[in-house]
């Protein structure tokens, strides 16, 4: 999270760095030094205006990543646009050219520009230079896999892979080089997509695994003991269950996941916003798993995942 600094008239302030996109939930500021203390400075993103005074060493300090994130409020991530040939018109989890505008005493001194990610990099990381991704075959074609443009002329577009004729087995990005490998395919797995921390949607296969209910019961009502004698060819309990709630559950795993497989499924433990593919629409659903431990050995592990889909129709009294 490189930092810069622009300086007219004596008045100064320090940014994150316009040249690369902003991950939202990362911590960036601006630091504003005026030529006097007790200067007012706002800055206003998103019709939002922040307003603080210059303290004693003639600085304010604007913390931004709550202000640049509501630019991404309501977005409905799940509904990725489709491609017009192999890219669409605008991803989810970018703004292209989002302003923010710096005034001191009441007098615009400076307008900063920054592509948004709706992701987040740590404290001393850096986007990844070489990464692994995966890619299925159903036999009549290619599973749903995408890319998010970050620079050069289709910045803020999802890249379909799985549109081109022959998938690619790499794919450069500003340097960065996606190594695109396939993995076998049987049917009757499951396919999920989720976004990772850093703001890209990523994909899995996992081999076809167990399905079952995971079902709760409600309240009990009581019923007139009367009814406990033969009626209509039936007795009746004294008990009656008034609903149950529950969902689908599918449980799945990757029995030896090798190590670039676990980098790839590492994001999947943190991310918050999964979905499965259920024929050819993607379900919204969530997602259990155990960490994955990665040693310095970096050997294959089983990696388990509990899927769990959106809450069953069920009768109530």
């Known amino acids: 999270m490189g930092y810069t600094t622009y300086t007219n008239s004596g008045q100064s302030s320090t940014h994150p ?124 074609d290619y599973l749903p896999l995408t890319i998010t443009e970050r620079y050069g002329s289709d910045a803020g577009k999802d890249y379909f892979l799985s549109e081109e004729t022959t998938m690619p087995t790499s794919y450069t990005m500003n340097g960065k080089v996606y190594t695109i490998k396939e993995l076998p395919y049987c049917a009757g797995g499951t396919y999920l997509r989720w976004i990772s921390p850093q703001g890209e949607y990523k994909y899995f296969y996992f081999l076809p695994g167990l399905l079952t209910d995971e079902l709760r019961s409600g309240n009990l009502i009581n019923q007139s003991i009367w009814l406990n004698e033969a009626s209509n060819g039936q007795i009746y309990s004294d008990k009656v269950l008034l609903d149950k709630q529950g969902n689908p559950i599918i449980e799945c795993t990757v029995l030896n996941a090798d190590y670039n497989q676990q980098l790839h499924l590492f994001g999947l433990q943190r991310s918050i916003k999964q979905w499965i593919l259920e024929g050819m629409t993607w379900v919204e659903c969530r997602v259990e798993m155990e960490p994955i431990q990665i040693d310095r050995f970096h050997k294959p592990k089983e990696v388990n995942v509990k899927v769990i889909k959106p809450a069953l129709f069920l009768q109530r009294l």
Request: overall charge negative; cysteine-free.
């Open 17 to 140: 760095d316009g040249n690369k996109p902003l991950y939202v939930f990362s911590p960036y500021y601006i630091e504003i030094t005026t030529a006097l203390t007790n200067d007012k400075v706002d800055i206003t993103s998103n019709s939002i205006t922040l307003l603080r005074y210059s303290d004693a060493n003639k600085k304010a300090k604007f913390p931004i990543s709550e202000l640049i994130r509501t630019f991404f409020a309501g977005v409905d991530f799940g509904n990725v646009e489709s491609p017009s040939g192999v890219r669409n018109s605008a991803s989810k989890l970018m703004q292209l050219d989002k302003d923010i505008v710096i005034t001191i005493e009441d007098v615009t001194f400076a307008t900063l520009t920054y592509d948004l990610v709706w992701g987040a990099l740590q404290n001393l990381e850096d986007d990844l230079s070489a990464e692994e991704i995966y890619f299925w075959d159903d036999g009549s």
